[in-house]
């Protein structure tokens, strides 16, 4: 397989790598979906303090609109909302995850090893 190739569920923008799957990271191709559960979420525990913060601020601006338009009982705007939430957490919030995973991987996988 060619480097330069990018995986199907990969975007490269300009140097940064946006992951929708875990298939698409390079580094856990080899493990399984289970394994590659348990990588991702030992790489989640070595998230550095900035990278926490830009994640919760990120669900923070997800969540607050679909609440406020309950509270208010619209339910046209909610579910408009609702909806550009789900889409933000699977094209947004999901791949910034994985990108700032993949930065702590290769320390989990040599603890693993």
């Not at 190739?5 to 490269?12: A, L, S, T, Y």
């Not at 009982?73 to 791949?95: E, H, N």
Request: proline share 5%.
């Amino acid at each position: 397989m060619n480097s330069d190739r990018i995986h199907e569920n990969q975007i490269d923008l300009n140097m940064m790598k946006y992951y929708f799957t875990s298939n698409a990271i390079p580094e856990l191709l080899e493990f399984s979906i289970s394994e590659r559960k348990e990588i991702l979420f030992a790489a989640q525990q070595k998230l550095t303090v900035p990278e926490k913060l830009v994640l919760n601020l990120l669900k923070l601006v997800m969540l607050v609109p679909p609440f406020i338009y309950i509270a208010r009982q619209d339910w046209i705007i909610f579910f408009l909302t609702f909806f550009l939430s789900a889409v933000c957490y699977i094209g947004i919030f999901k791949p910034l995850v994985n990108y700032f995973c993949a930065n702590h991987l290769p320390s989990v996988i040599d603890k693993i090893n």
